[in-house]
């Protein structure tokens, strides 16, 4: 954990953000940030001294965009524009996503593109490191900048705050909410890809899988970065396995869920590759309009509020992440099937009661991993068209929903992985697996320090202690079996 994260414009990363956000590291902005600020402050102000048309700045906005400001109104304009876009209602943003959107209009202001005062920046400085708790809406953006909760959030920190020329603009005209929530659940998403992957080992030992898949000449013969690196993961975890061994597996043919691993976690790696490097980038870019340009001592006009790369970077990481709820639901049904598994019914020895075992887990299983697939559906396709007679927003990214649904994911992600880590360890014990991989071995024993054995007359666990805790080791398995 960081204990410090510096805020200079350039250098964000979705881990840092979660620091801040989640674990509640101090911030501090950069000297260079600061005066890069200042810098661009200046730029503004002498473009409305010499009264230059800027959008937002000297002139009103969206379908009044021309209309000139009366520099002696100035002031009542940027109180009421914020006013005007204060819709929120419904559902409040999560105390943790509020400190992430706080931490990347920080970071955007560091870059000087907004134009804003560095008093607004050390406001937001302070606000993070005291801890300040503010109340945002979730609902209410297009993805067009994340307006009406920005609102929600400049309103509060800034009540006691005179804004000047351009700065309720620059503070409307943010996606702050969009990305740091993409921020968060990536972070999330990508540790939960990486253990789902190292859980899927022993899996395999449960059920008696073919490791076929992932030698070298499979590798080889699909070279693809992710599949590489998912193969090496899995065969890693199991190095000392049984079933590398005469007789350790059961079958030629595993059915898919098992057979495809590789495929399935590879693609969703070259996957996550592509829409980290997105996001990565979007942490420290521009999102508003205008954007004031020190490089070329100008402001221009733009539509970096369009967070189309944001959008698509989380539908490709959601839509990754599809197959693999898919694989994991068939996994754990066809570990609790005898007819699959060679197993008891439900993996549990047989009583005089005749319970169906872990089958309802499975099942409750298959009901998350339903909502889960809803979830990854696209929303880069979706049309939310202005009305506005001059169609000035005539299309919309739908950035905060796309995060919204990562996030929401990545909430489903986590029980589906703990359910699939108790039926392995179910299956391993009862088919007496021996002996099984280093690596799997430690996750097997960490399981049942947390997760009893269920024999014949037991009940089948909840899975709420393995969650809490996996949710104590933010879902990273990859130390444990280190």
Same mark, same amino acid.
């Given at each position: 954990?960081?204990?410090?994260?510096?805020?200079?414009?350039?250098?964000?990363?979705? =881990?840092?953000?979660?620091?801040?956000?989640? /674990?509640?590291?101090? %911030?501090?902005?950069? #000297?260079?940030?600061?005066?890069?600020?200042?810098?661009?402050?200046?730029?503004?102000?002498?473009?409305?001294?010499?009264?230059?048309?800027?959008?937002?700045?000297?002139? #009103?906005? !969206?379908?009044?965009?021309?209309?000139?400001?009366?520099?002696?109104?100035?002031?009542?304009?940027?109180?009421?524009?914020?006013?005007?876009?204060?819709? $929120?209602?419904?559902?409040?943003?999560?105390?943790? %996503?509020?400190?992430?959107?706080?931490?990347?209009?920080?970071?955007?202001?560091?870059?000087?593109?907004?134009?804003? &005062?560095?008093?607004?920046?050390?406001?937001?400085?302070?606000?993070?490191?005291?801890?300040?708790?503010?109340?945002?809406?979730?609902?209410?953006?297009?993805?067009?900048?994340?307006?009406?909760?920005?609102?929600?959030?400049?309103?509060?920190?800034?009540?006691?705050?005179?804004?000047?020329?351009?700065?309720?603009? +620059?503070?409307?005209?943010?996606?702050?909410?969009?990305?740091?929530? +993409?921020?968060?659940?990536?972070?999330?998403?990508?540790?939960?890809?990486?253990?789902?992957?190292?859980?899927? +080992?022993?899996?395999?030992?449960?059920?008696? *899988?073919?490791?076929?898949?992932?030698?070298?000449?499979?590798?080889?013969?699909?070279?693809?970065? $992710?599949?590489?690196?998912?193969?090496?993961?899995? &065969?890693?975890?199991?190095? !000392?396995?049984?079933?590398?061994?005469?007789?350790?597996?059961?079958?030629?043919?595993?059915?898919?869920?098992?057979?495809?691993?590789?495929?399935?976690?590879?693609?969703?790696?070259?996957?996550?590759? /592509?829409?980290? !490097?997105?996001? #990565?980038?979007?942490?420290?870019?521009?999102?508003?309009?205008?954007? %004031?340009?020190?490089?070329?001592?100008?402001?221009?006009?733009?539509?970096?509020?369009?967070?189309?790369?944001?959008?698509?970077?989380?539908?490709?990481?959601?839509?990754?992440?599809?197959?693999?709820?898919?694989?994991?639901?068939?996994?754990? *049904?066809?570990?609790?099937?005898?007819?699959?598994?060679?197993?008891?019914? !439900?993996?549990?020895?047989?009583?005089?009661? $005749?319970?169906?075992?872990?089958?309802?887990?499975?099942?409750?299983?298959?009901?998350?991993?339903?909502?889960? =697939?809803?979830?990854?559906?696209?929303?880069?396709?979706?049309?939310?068209? #202005?009305?506005?007679?001059?169609?000035?927003?005539? &299309?919309?990214?739908?950035?905060?929903?796309?995060?919204?649904?990562?996030?929401?994911?990545?909430?489903?992600?986590?029980?589906?992985? @703990?359910?699939?880590?108790?039926? @392995?360890?179910?299956?391993?014990?009862?088919?007496?697996?021996?002996?099984?991989?280093?690596?799997?071995?430690?996750?097997?024993?960490?399981?049942?320090?947390?997760?009893?054995?269920?024999?014949?007359?037991?009940?089948?666990?909840?899975?709420?202690?393995?969650?809490?805790?996996?949710?104590?080791?933010?879902?990273?398995?990859?130390?444990?079996?280190?």
């Amino acid at each position: 954990m960081k204990d410090i994260v510096m805020i200079d414009g350039r250098s964000l990363t979705a =881990r840092d953000v979660v620091e801040i956000a989640r /674990f509640n590291a101090q %911030v501090e902005l950069a #000297s260079e940030a600061i005066e890069r600020m200042q810098t661009a402050r200046e730029l503004v102000e002498q473009a409305v001294a010499r009264g230059d048309r800027i959008y937002g700045v000297t002139t #009103s906005v !969206g379908a009044k965009t021309g209309v000139p400001l009366a520099p002696e109104r100035v002031d009542e304009f940027n109180r009421r524009l914020l006013e005007t876009h204060n819709l $929120g209602h419904g559902p409040t943003v999560p105390n943790e %996503v509020v400190r992430a959107m706080m931490v990347i209009l920080l970071n955007s202001m560091a870059t000087g593109r907004l134009g804003v &005062r560095p008093l607004l920046a050390t406001m937001l400085v302070d606000a993070l490191n005291s801890q300040r708790v503010f109340r945002v809406h979730m609902w209410g953006s297009i993805g067009q900048s994340d307006m009406s909760p920005a609102a929600d959030l400049a309103l509060d920190l800034y009540s006691q705050v005179t804004l000047k020329s351009g700065e309720a603009l +620059a503070l409307l005209n943010s996606s702050a909410l969009s990305l740091g929530m +993409a921020a968060i659940a990536m972070d999330d998403l990508h540790r939960l890809l990486m253990s789902w992957t190292i859980t899927s +080992a022993l899996s395999m030992e449960g059920f008696a *899988a073919n490791p076929s898949i992932l030698s070298p000449a499979a590798v080889r013969s699909r070279p693809f970065e $992710g599949l590489r690196i998912a193969a090496e993961t899995i &065969r890693a975890q199991l190095d !000392g396995s049984y079933l590398f061994s005469t007789g350790g597996p059961r079958h030629l043919q595993d059915p898919l869920c098992f057979r495809s691993l590789p495929i399935t976690f590879g693609n969703a790696f070259d996957s996550f590759t /592509f829409a980290e !490097g997105k996001i #990565s980038i979007e942490l420290n870019a521009s999102q508003n309009n205008p954007i %004031v340009s020190i490089e070329d001592n100008a402001i221009v006009s733009v539509a970096n509020f369009d967070m189309l790369s944001l959008s698509m970077a989380l539908d490709t990481a959601r839509l990754a992440l599809s197959p693999v709820v898919t694989s994991s639901t068939e996994r754990v *049904a066809k570990l609790t099937d005898s007819f699959w598994s060679g197993l008891p019914v !439900g993996l549990i020895e047989e009583d005089s009661v $005749g319970l169906p075992g872990f089958n309802g887990l499975a099942q409750f299983h298959k009901s998350l991993a339903s909502e889960a =697939r809803l979830l990854a559906a696209p929303v880069v396709g979706e049309l939310a068209s #202005s009305s506005h007679s001059n169609g000035n927003l005539d &299309r919309a990214s739908m950035s905060t929903v796309a995060a919204r649904r990562a996030r929401e994911l990545a909430e489903l992600c986590r029980s589906l992985l @703990a359910m699939e880590l108790i039926v @392995a360890a179910q299956a391993v014990e009862i088919r007496k697996a021996v002996a099984l991989g280093a690596a799997t071995t430690k996750l097997f024993n960490f399981i049942r320090s947390i997760v009893p054995y269920v024999a014949g007359e037991g009940r089948v666990p909840d899975p709420t202690a393995l969650l809490s805790a996996l949710d104590a080791m933010e879902y990273d398995l990859s130390e444990l079996v280190a």
